[in-house]
């Protein structure tokens, strides 16, 4: 398997800009987690999905933010409209999940800059 | 509300010495507790996972352990060499609803092992 997969990588744009940021899982995996991180608040959990359905969104900053995964294959992040602050390295991740252990597989992440 | 903090916050060794990163965390209610390891520009690769009704585990030159009680879990790197510089963080999991994903991570440890 090649592991989780994301994308883009790098993504310049300019502040009010929408971006979407995506992510395919690895196969057979249930859950799925978006991760952010910044120097100052380090990981933050964004929100995570089991079964291709929300079950924590609480970390989600603002409206601005919103993820749907329409099937097991693919999850999608969208920031409407971008802001300076939104700048990040964004991680999605995939476990499946069952009793006892749960191990996290997250991807290489995509870092975002919003000018 | 739970929080995790590690220290130091960096740490430069010569190579071959032993070292301890430390881990804390405020709420004793975990599931398990992980130790990641990210290397710059790249994702999290997941290092020991230790269940809350274990005391340690070990792979290799490594050794994780976990006293709940006292919220306190350490990462002993023995014998260390250049290719464990990295970022380290170590993050807790907690009860959820039954669903045991969510991770909570710590600030991480900048290991550099000079050669």
Redesign the interface.
């Known amino acids: 398997d090649a592991g989780v997969i994301q994308s883009p990588r790098h993504e310049v744009t300019e502040m009010g800009q929408e971006v979407t940021l995506r992510c395919k899982p690895i196969s057979g995996h249930n859950s799925l987690f978006w991760y952010r991180q910044t120097m100052m608040r380090g990981l933050e959990l964004l929100i995570y999905f089991n079964n291709n359905v929300p079950i924590d969104d609480s970390g989600m900053p603002e409206d601005r933010f919103s993820a749907k995964m329409p099937n097991a294959s693919f999850s999608t992040l969208k920031i409407q409209p971008s802001e300076p602050r939104d700048s990040a390295v964004y991680f999605c991740a995939s476990s499946l999940r069952v009793t006892g252990a749960n191990v996290l597989t997250f991807g290489a992440g995509s870092r975002l800059t919003v000018l | 509300k739970q929080e995790v903090t590690q220290i130091p916050a960096a740490l430069s060794v010569p190579e071959g010495e032993n070292l301890v990163l430390n881990c804390s965390f405020t709420d004793s209610a975990i599931y398990?507790l992980?130790w990641f390891r990210q290397d710059p520009?790249?994702?999290?690769?997941?290092l020991l996972?230790i269940?809350s009704s274990q005391r340690e585990q070990t792979s290799g030159r490594l050794n994780a352990s976990l006293d709940k009680s006292s919220g306190r879990s350490t990462l002993y790197i023995a014998a260390s060499q250049p290719g464990d510089s990295a970022t380290y963080?170590c993050?807790v999991?907690l009860y959820?609803?039954g669903?045991?994903?969510?991770?909570?991570?710590?600030?991480?440890t900048l290991l550099a092992v000079q050669p």
């Open positions: 398990n992980q520009g790249k994702g999290l690769t997941s996972l269940q963080l993050a999991s959820y609803g669903a045991t994903n969510k991770l909570i991570f710590g600030t991480g």
